[in-house]
């Protein structure tokens, strides 16, 4: 199979479900969002150092195929049938089971902090940033074409998480967070 097909040189892909979309339709801007968000956490990955973080954002990547494959996927009896897996409650309590986790090795946040610190917490901050991206787009979708309530609140969860990863990569690594205190004028 060859990895130009020539189908979208017009402007238009393929749903997963069947049916063509413009490239700029909302269901193809979430998915791309989404997508965008998964190859940024193939660079957390690539850049921490901690195994733990590592498995963690791997099985994330995981589920964002998952959450992908819903959103390309429009009708939700086709995605049984083919059984793609749809994101649930349980992988945003997933979330928030790793959140609290990662919580316990933190100082409690007093100010906003300045994205950075390490190579892997600003990936993690950018990662985090880009997930808020894909979250805006899913809502816009959602709004337009009802999505489930797992998709919406996995995305708001996952930057959660990211924000809590950067910062322990920057606390295992001896690096304080730089908090915002505002410009000297």
């Not at 990895?3 to 339709?25: N, P, Q």
């Not at 939700?76 to 089971?97: F, I, Y």
């Not at 940033?129 to 708001?156: D, F, K, M, Q, T």
Request: with cysteine; net charge neutral.
């Amino acid at each position: 199979m060859k990895i130009y097909t020539r189908r979208g040189d017009r402007g238009e892909t393929d749903l997963f479900a069947g049916g063509r979309v413009g490239k700029d339709h909302p269901r193809v801007e979430a998915t791309g969002a989404v997508d965008e968000l998964n190859a940024w956490l193939g660079v957390c990955a690539a850049a921490t150092v901690h195994a733990d973080l590592r498995a963690e954002l791997q099985q994330i990547q995981a589920l964002l195929f998952d959450l992908g494959a819903t959103l390309a996927a429009p009708d939700a009896r086709h995605r049984e049938k083919a059984g793609l897996p749809e994101p649930g409650p349980s992988d945003v309590e997933q979330l928030e089971r790793a959140i609290d986790a990662l919580e316990g090795e933190l100082p409690p946040l007093e100010r906003f902090i300045l994205p950075g610190g390490t190579a892997a917490a600003a990936a993690l901050h950018a990662a985090r940033c880009v997930c808020r991206r894909a979250e805006r787009r899913a809502v816009a979708l959602h709004r337009a074409e009802p999505l489930g309530e797992a998709a919406l609140r996995l995305l708001n969860r996952l930057s959660d998480l990211l924000f809590v990863m950067a910062r322990v990569e920057n606390r295992r690594a001896g690096v304080a967070d730089v908090e915002w205190r505002g410009r000297e004028r």
